[in-house]
């Protein structure tokens, strides 16, 4: 089976991504701008765009199927931002948390906090990113949609 993802898939949905990041002019990136920021043939990135369609972001299109300037992406969701990078995922959040236990654990001012820091990273065991990614999932949904 080939990996469409790494090759194709991914480098699309990067360049998406940076033309949203980088778009003052608010002009919503076609397959054109696409083509030339991947250096990908025009049916490479078309494919590419009908995969990440629904998942990763939103096409639009106008005018005849046959010309690709007349196909754009309107829009992008969170999980483009995540999988290219541009936003922390809970596994992130996770390790950043057991970073700073263990950091406390070793620089903290006082005897009682680096104890307590410690009691709590040995609670967590070795798979504490594990057991942390789905209450900082839960948070996390929670605060995107005021529950």
């Excluded at 639009?60 to 046959?66: C, I, T, V």
């Excluded at 999988?83 to 005897?111: I, N, V």
């Amino acid at each position: 089976m080939h990996d469409t993802w790494t090759t194709r898939d991914l480098p699309v949905l990067q360049a998406v991504v940076d033309a949203f990041e980088h778009n003052r002019r608010r002009q919503l990136p076609d397959v054109p701008d696409l083509v030339t920021a991947t250096g990908f043939a025009v049916d490479v990135v078309l494919k590419a765009l009908d995969a990440l369609d629904g998942e990763y972001l939103s096409l639009h299109q106008h005018g005849l199927a046959d010309d690709p300037a007349n196909v754009w992406v309107e829009k992008i969701y969170p999980q483009a931002r995540r999988a290219t990078g541009r936003w922390p995922s809970p596994e992130h959040h996770a390790e950043a948390l057991l970073q700073a236990l263990r950091d406390l654990a070793e620089d903290a001012p006082d005897a009682e906090t680096r104890g307590k820091a410690k009691k709590v990273r040995a609670a967590l065991g070795d798979g504490g990113q594990k057991f942390l990614v789905e209450p900082i999932s839960s948070v996390g949904a929670k605060m995107i949609t005021g529950g």
